[in-house]
């Protein structure tokens, strides 16, 4: 949590969709669900202090802001939410 009490960080034990992009923490459908903290932290999701998406897993391929992005992929976003490509 940030000092103002907004999310920094969550683990995500299934598909969450958040700023149009399908986010998750574990790309293993066979790890128990409680497990998923065993899976590093580059599979967290991650905001900016005002809430906006930084970081997240792709859960499925996709196509976001016309980039591929593919399965189990992190994706981080600016502060204005576009994708950064590396």
């Known amino acids: ?8 960080s969550i ?5 969450e969709e ?3 992009l399908p986010c998750t ?3 293993n459908p ?8 065993h899976l590093g932290t ?3 999701t991650y905001f900016y202090e005002s809430g906006h998406l930084s970081q997240g897993m ?13 399965k189990a992929q992190v994706v981080r976003l ?3 939410g576009k994708v950064i490509v590396p």
């Open 11 to 15: 683990w995500l034990a299934d598909v």
């Open 42 to 44: 580059d599979r967290m």
């Open 18 to 20: 958040i700023a149009g």
């Open 58 to 70: 792709v859960a499925r391929d996709v196509t976001v802001q016309g980039v591929a992005l593919h």
């Open 1 to 8: 949590m940030y000092p103002n009490g907004k999310l920094a």
């Open 30 to 37: 066979f790890t128990i669900r409680f497990k998923v903290i």
């Open 78 to 80: 600016d502060e204005a």
């Open 25 to 27: 923490s574990n790309d």
